[in-house]
Nanobody, 127 residues
Protein backbone atom coordinates (compact mmCIF):
# COMPACT_ATOMS: atom_id res chain seq x y z
CA UNK A 1 0.00 0.00 0.00
CA UNK A 2 1.18 3.51 -0.78
CA UNK A 3 2.44 5.86 1.88
CA UNK A 4 1.55 9.35 0.74
CA UNK A 5 2.77 12.67 2.09
CA UNK A 6 1.50 16.05 0.95
CA UNK A 7 3.43 19.30 1.16
CA UNK A 8 3.39 22.80 -0.24
CA UNK A 9 0.44 24.27 1.61
CA UNK A 10 0.52 27.63 3.30
CA UNK A 11 -1.02 31.06 3.63
CA UNK A 12 -1.52 33.04 0.44
CA UNK A 13 -3.48 36.10 -0.57
CA UNK A 14 -6.42 35.85 -2.93
CA UNK A 15 -5.21 35.72 -6.51
CA UNK A 16 -1.99 34.03 -5.51
CA UNK A 17 -0.61 30.61 -6.37
CA UNK A 18 0.64 27.50 -4.63
CA UNK A 19 1.93 24.14 -5.80
CA UNK A 20 1.13 21.11 -3.73
CA UNK A 21 3.17 17.93 -3.94
CA UNK A 22 2.25 14.39 -2.96
CA UNK A 23 5.10 11.91 -2.66
CA UNK A 24 4.65 8.16 -2.38
CA UNK A 25 7.59 7.03 -0.31
CA UNK A 26 6.92 3.37 -1.10
CA UNK A 27 6.84 4.01 -4.85
CA UNK A 28 3.80 1.80 -5.33
CA UNK A 29 1.41 4.20 -7.10
CA UNK A 30 2.97 4.32 -10.56
CA UNK A 31 0.07 2.33 -12.05
CA UNK A 32 -2.66 4.00 -10.04
CA UNK A 33 -4.79 7.00 -10.87
CA UNK A 34 -4.28 9.67 -8.24
CA UNK A 35 -6.65 12.23 -6.85
CA UNK A 36 -6.67 15.43 -4.85
CA UNK A 37 -9.49 16.15 -2.42
CA UNK A 38 -10.04 18.92 0.10
CA UNK A 39 -11.96 19.44 3.29
CA UNK A 40 -12.91 22.80 4.73
CA UNK A 41 -13.92 23.21 8.40
CA UNK A 42 -17.43 21.94 8.97
CA UNK A 43 -17.74 20.58 5.45
CA UNK A 44 -17.45 17.18 3.87
CA UNK A 45 -14.39 16.13 1.93
CA UNK A 46 -14.81 17.09 -1.72
CA UNK A 47 -13.19 16.07 -4.96
CA UNK A 48 -10.74 18.51 -6.56
CA UNK A 49 -8.87 16.76 -9.39
CA UNK A 50 -7.73 13.39 -10.63
CA UNK A 51 -5.14 12.10 -13.09
CA UNK A 52 -4.77 8.75 -14.82
CA UNK A 53 -1.79 6.55 -14.05
CA UNK A 54 0.03 7.53 -17.25
CA UNK A 55 -0.96 11.15 -16.87
CA UNK A 56 -2.80 11.39 -20.17
CA UNK A 57 -6.23 12.02 -18.68
CA UNK A 58 -7.32 14.52 -16.06
CA UNK A 59 -10.61 15.65 -14.59
CA UNK A 60 -11.45 18.61 -12.39
CA UNK A 61 -14.22 19.82 -10.16
CA UNK A 62 -16.09 22.69 -11.76
CA UNK A 63 -15.06 24.97 -8.91
CA UNK A 64 -11.35 24.69 -9.79
CA UNK A 65 -11.46 24.11 -13.53
CA UNK A 66 -9.22 26.57 -15.35
CA UNK A 67 -7.39 27.53 -12.13
CA UNK A 68 -5.87 24.25 -10.93
CA UNK A 69 -3.69 21.80 -12.84
CA UNK A 70 -2.92 18.26 -11.74
CA UNK A 71 0.19 16.51 -13.04
CA UNK A 72 2.45 13.63 -12.10
CA UNK A 73 6.03 12.48 -12.42
CA UNK A 74 6.05 8.71 -12.08
CA UNK A 75 9.85 8.61 -12.03
CA UNK A 76 9.66 10.60 -8.79
CA UNK A 77 6.46 8.92 -7.53
CA UNK A 78 5.04 12.41 -7.13
CA UNK A 79 1.75 14.04 -8.00
CA UNK A 80 1.37 17.80 -8.13
CA UNK A 81 -1.49 20.25 -7.87
CA UNK A 82 -0.69 23.68 -9.27
CA UNK A 83 -3.20 26.16 -7.91
CA UNK A 84 -3.56 29.61 -9.40
CA UNK A 85 -5.94 32.53 -8.89
CA UNK A 86 -6.70 31.22 -5.44
CA UNK A 87 -9.88 32.32 -3.72
CA UNK A 88 -10.84 32.39 -0.03
CA UNK A 89 -13.26 29.53 -0.70
CA UNK A 90 -10.28 27.36 -1.66
CA UNK A 91 -9.22 27.38 1.99
CA UNK A 92 -9.13 23.76 3.18
CA UNK A 93 -6.93 20.86 4.08
CA UNK A 94 -5.85 19.23 0.83
CA UNK A 95 -5.36 15.47 0.62
CA UNK A 96 -3.98 13.21 -2.06
CA UNK A 97 -5.03 9.61 -2.47
CA UNK A 98 -4.44 6.64 -4.73
CA UNK A 99 -7.12 4.78 -6.65
CA UNK A 100 -8.02 1.41 -5.13
CA UNK A 101 -7.66 -0.36 -8.49
CA UNK A 102 -4.41 -0.29 -10.50
CA UNK A 103 -4.55 0.71 -14.14
CA UNK A 104 -8.20 1.81 -14.04
CA UNK A 105 -8.95 3.95 -17.08
CA UNK A 106 -12.20 5.44 -15.80
CA UNK A 107 -11.34 8.34 -13.54
CA UNK A 108 -13.39 8.63 -10.39
CA UNK A 109 -14.48 11.63 -8.35
CA UNK A 110 -15.71 9.57 -5.42
CA UNK A 111 -13.60 9.44 -2.29
CA UNK A 112 -14.62 5.82 -1.68
CA UNK A 113 -12.78 4.80 -4.85
CA UNK A 114 -9.51 5.95 -3.31
CA UNK A 115 -7.38 4.76 -0.42
CA UNK A 116 -3.88 5.32 0.95
CA UNK A 117 -4.71 8.89 1.96
CA UNK A 118 -1.99 11.28 2.98
CA UNK A 119 -2.11 13.34 6.18
CA UNK A 120 -3.12 16.51 4.34
CA UNK A 121 -1.64 19.98 3.92
CA UNK A 122 -3.38 23.18 4.97
CA UNK A 123 -4.09 25.86 2.36
CA UNK A 124 -5.37 29.19 3.63
CA UNK A 125 -6.34 31.96 1.25
CA UNK A 126 -6.86 35.40 2.73
CA UNK A 127 -9.10 38.00 1.14
Amino acid sequence: QAQLAESGGGLVQAGGSLRLSCVDSRRTTTRYAMGWFRQAPGKEREFVATISWLGYSTYYADSVKGRFTISRDNAKSTVYLQMSDLKPEDTAVYYCAADRVPGRTRLSTGATDYDSWGQGTQVTVSS
